[in-house]
């Protein structure tokens, strides 16, 4: 049995995750957190000890594709272009295929999950424009926790926003961007969690 605390998958995705630090802090910090707030929400729902220990390594590394990303488009502190934009979207398929140089059926899922963390419940997203519950459960619980860090952290395009600001945006994006259901276990979630922004 695939378990959070004690498999490879997780011991390695620590180790990719500090690859990552190397890279860009920022997006490491930015994983532990989604991690944390993702596996509550996973714990929430009732998912088992296998597909925890998947979404572990799923959230830790959903941004282990930004390793592949030019500087001048990482850390680009203004506005992407189209073709900006265009390479920064795809750490999505670079993080899986990274992924899938690991072998076993949890290190595929986990692969997927990534691919999919950017797809809207709407079908409006990337790389494959799936919507609804055609997206991985993993992808979407990690959507969600991805999208309250991004918002509430301070980047170099953008200062830290408060608990009512971030809460607002993901209000208008349910249904939209983020699965009804999921957002209102997380809404729970994030109430009592240590990682939730003043």
């Known amino acids: ?24 802090a920022y997006t490491c910090q930015h994983g532990d957190r989604v991690m944390q707030v993702a596996l509550a929400v996973g714990r929430s729902i009732g998912l088992d000890s296998e597909e925890l220990g998947r979404l572990h390594a799923a959230a830790m590394l959903h941004d282990i594709g930004k390793i592949g990303i030019p500087d001048e488009v990482l850390l680009n502190p203004g506005m992407l ?4 934009r265009a390479i920064m979207r795809s750490h999505a398929e670079r993080g899986e295929k990274i992924l899938r140089a690991i072998s076993g059926d949890d290190a595929l899922a986990v692969a997927e999950a990534v691919r999919h963390h950017h797809e809207e419940f709407d079908g409006s997203g990337y ?19 991805d999208n309250y860090d991004a918002i509430a952290s301070q980047r170099v395009y953008h200062g830290s ?12 994006e349910n249904g939209q961007k983020h699965d009804p259901y999921l957002l ?8 009592r969690s240590p990682l939730r922004v003043t």
């Open 81 to 84: 272009d189209p073709a900006q």
């Open 127 to 145: 790389p494959d424009q799936l919507g609804g519950e055609d997206i991985p459960v993993l992808s979407r619980i990690i959507s969600i926790a």
């Open 1 to 24: 049995m695939f378990r959070e605390d004690v498999s490879g998958l997780t011991r390695l995705a620590t180790v990719l995750g500090a690859a990552l630090h190397e890279r860009d």
């Open 184 to 191: 209102g276990k997380f809404m729970d979630v994030i109430e």
């Open 161 to 172: 926003r408060d608990h009512d600001y971030v809460i607002g945006v993901m209000h208008q």
